[in-house]
């Protein structure tokens, strides 16, 4: 059985005083059947650590493919760790435009951060060129064979679809696209690592998830959870995805 997971990405927003939401999400969620998980800022890490109180887990939205060394103003996955973190994001369409990472360069982070102790969410998808050229298989398929490293296992690994068309643009696929991607994910998986791993895999689905479309996004097969950026700054959005979640 898979647990869900329920995770939300802060990219570059929160201030000390966004903890309060985080503490809110504690107290309501910390019976939550689903795994809840906040990737803030790295400048929060160590405070979200405090105020989530062990009911969710906090994780870092990229790292350094290196332990340490002269990279000003980087990460290392194993800095991720020391402050508390459980997971890292890897790979964000964001990453991959705004700092060019490609395939090799997410496998190798990946890696890194395996290696820390980490689990690792890695983030694929689409482009609306791409999906409207029918491409969307081929893409998947060219990320997650380039994105994943061998040694993943299926707790450590994290899968997360998401559409470069449908990311804070309030647009998002139907969801037989959204099946069809997942589904594929899934077989591919299976395939690479052998079925054990391949189905113990979480595969999150992400782009303009709302307390209003979760449910329906948390009944396609192989949804196991979503990857939530703007609904997850503010408890009074995320909770009723978290709860959408512990009832799919
Ligand atoms: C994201 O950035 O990972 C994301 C899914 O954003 P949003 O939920 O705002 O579309």
Redesign the pocket.
Known sequence: MRRKLAAG?W?MNGLQASLAELSTLAAEHAEASSEVLICPPATLIGAAVAASDGAIGIGGQDCHAEVSGAHTGDISAQMLKDAGATHVILG?S?RREDHGESDTDVRTKARAAIDAGLKVVI?MGESLDEREANNTLDIIGGQLAGSIPDQVTGENLIV?Y?PIW????GKVPTLDQIGEVHDFVRARLEKRFGEGVGRSVRILY????KPGNAAEIFAVSNVDGA??????LKAKDFGPIITALDNS
């Open positions: 990405n990219k964000h964001e983030c997360a998401e449908a990311i804070g643009t992400g782009g303009s998830v990857l939530v950026g703007g609904a997850s």
